[in-house]
């Protein structure tokens, strides 16, 4: 008898008073612990697996600008998504962006990839490096001023806007965006300002000139040399 009052007094007592072995309390501790901490590391794990980084595949630049998490209210509760912006350009005087939604992240950049291909615009660069002429952008309540740049400046930009003119091909631009920082309306303005962009060789064709006459300069040497390069 005393010595199973020994066994009983040495065991653990929980609030209930009831014994509970040691052994099976550090087990169900450690299952707990490790359920507890290991949904939250792969609840993060998985978000940041699945978040690419800037690649090139085929020689389209592929860029994720932006990814959220939404959810939708349905009758049974809420159902939780991602929505994706890609930014997808040939690094040679084309891009485009656009947004995707599903309930994987993966899935989601790959609509988004898909929607960006399908909305790529033309942009005329000169040299293959910079814009032609400064221009502006409007889009809710974002406003970007767009400006080109003499060789070596290098990409001015930031953020969303960074993306887009890396993609594009540009070397040298400098950008300013006033107002929202929402990437969604950054993006959508800037590519407002891009559609504006003519080349003289456009302008030349509308007005029935020749580019020469464009430039201001005459029939100098010069001049045509120039107007030959942007012919080409």
């Known amino acids: 008898m005393m010595a199973d009052e020994n066994t009983q007094t040495d065991a653990p007592v929980v609030d209930g008073g009831a014994p509970v072995d040691a052994a099976g309390e550090g087990q169900r501790r450690g299952r707990g612990g ?28 592929e860029k994720l600008v932006h990814i959220n998490r939404v959810s939708k209210t349905v009758k049974g509760g809420k159902r939780f998504g991602f929505a994706a912006l890609v930014v997808v350009g040939d690094g040679q005087g084309r ?5 995707g939604k599903a309930r994987e992240v993966p899935e989601a950049i790959n609509k988004a990839t898909a929607a960006a291909k399908k909305s790529m615009i033309r942009v005329p660069l000169k040299d293959g490096r910079t814009l032609h002429h400064d221009g502006r952008g409007h889009f809710g309540a974002g406003n970007v001023t767009v400006r080109s740049a003499p060789a070596g400046t290098g990409i001015i930009a930031g953020g969303p806007m960074r993306a887009v003119f890396e993609s594009l091909g540009v ?19 800037t590519f407002a300002a891009l559609s504006d962009q003519t080349s003289p060789k456009s302008v030349a064709q509308r007005r029935g000139k ?15 040399a120039d107007a030959e390069a942007i012919a080409e």
């Open 210 to 224: 020749k580019i020469a006459d464009l430039l201001g300069r005459g029939g100098s040497k010069s001049a045509e």
């Open 95 to 99: 891009v485009g962006f656009g947004h």
């Open 34 to 61: 490790r359920g507890g901490g290991g949904e939250g590391r792969g609840r993060g794990g998985r978000r940041d697996e699945r978040r690419p980084a800037q690649e090139e595949d085929d020689g389209t630049i």
């Open 171 to 189: 070397a040298d631009v400098v950008t300013k965006s006033v107002g929202t920082s929402n990437p969604y309306n950054m993006i959508r303005a």
